[in-house]
Each structure stands twice: as structure tokens, then as C-alpha cells.
């Protein structure tokens, strides 16, 4: 059952910009955020905060019969990311 993997086609198929941040409005949103918000038309562009862009998210998820499992994935990283750059500690 021992399996042998190559590593150099392992690597060449990972995205790597998937993660990477960009600053939109003063928010840092990953690539990947970007492109499911995009996908949903979710008007991040026009939000000043985490919080804002969550609620557009939730505004989706509570409006469509569809569950998507990209949509839930990053409505919960970036309300994590909101808690750690915005809450008092």
C-alpha cells in the first residue's frame, strides 16, 4: 500500500497566491476571498470594514438556497481575522 509521490508535481499544482493578501479599503482580503466574493458579486469593494463584508456574506448565505462550502470557508476566516485585528485583548 506504500505509495510514492513526486514531489515536483505536487508542488507545480499548488496555488500559492491563493493566500496572498491584498489591501482593499484598508481591509487585507486573500486572493481566494476575493475571487468566491467576486464569484457571488458580493459588493466588498464598497465596504470599509471586516464586519461590513461579513454581513454582505451573511446577506448571501441567509438569501440562497445554495450552501456553498468556499462562501462559509471564508465568512468564517475573515470574521476570525475581524475578532484578531479589531477586538481589545
Do not use: A
Not at 468566491?36 to 438569501?63: A, H, M, T, W
Amino acid at each position: 500500500m506504500d505509495k510514492e509521490y513526486d514531489i515536483d508535481s505536487l508542488v507545480s499544482n499548488m496555488d500559492f497566491n491563493s493566500g496572498s493578501f491584498q489591501n482593499i479599503n484598508g481591509m487585507m482580503l486573500t486572493n481566494q476571498e476575493i475571487e468566491v466574493l467576486d464569484r457571488y458579486e458580493i459588493p466588498y469593494k464598497k465596504c470599509n470594514s471586516l464586519k461590513e463584508v461579513i454581513f454582505e456574506i451573511e446577506e448571501v448565505i441567509g438569501d440562497s438556497d445554495i450552501v456553498d462550502e468556499d462562501l462559509d470557508y471564508i465568512s468564517s476566516t475573515i470574521s476570525e481575522r475581524d475578532y484578531y485585528q479589531n477586538t481589545n485583548k
